[in-house]
């Protein structure tokens, strides 16, 4: 029997959503520290394409794409994802941001 964690998903959706409006005026002086080791890390660089899981405000998105990579945000929080929706708009070519409850990555992506 598989457990049930439809109470902790409701626990975390609710708590996420409450903070999206301000999570990245509280946690991205944390959060950026990360990102450029990471990537650096991956070796992300033109025409990769980069996969953020929890993607949030979008710090590893959005210097992904600036490095040249195609980029995939996913997220379970609207509130998250409206976020990043705005400074990723100012990159030219495509950009994707998706509910990780919905997302079927199966066929149509294969991430390096």
Not at 14 to 21: K, L, N, P, S
Not at 47 to 54: N, S
Request: include cysteine.
């Amino acid at each position: 029997m598989s457990p049930d964690y439809t109470e902790f998903r409701k626990l975390e959706e609710e708590a996420w959503e409450r903070v999206a409006g301000i999570n990245d005026s509280v946690w991205s002086s944390l959060t950026t520290l990360f990102v450029q080791p990471l990537l650096l890390a991956g070796n992300v660089s033109k025409g990769m394409k980069v996969l953020d899981v929890a993607c949030g405000p979008g710090h590893c998105a959005i210097v992904a794409k600036h490095a040249g990579a195609e980029v995939m945000g996913i997220d379970f929080s609207p509130g998250m994802i409206q976020t990043v929706l705005i400074p990723m708009s100012f990159f030219p070519g495509k950009i994707r941001i998706s509910d990780t409850r919905t997302t079927t990555l199966r066929s149509r992506w294969r991430f390096n």
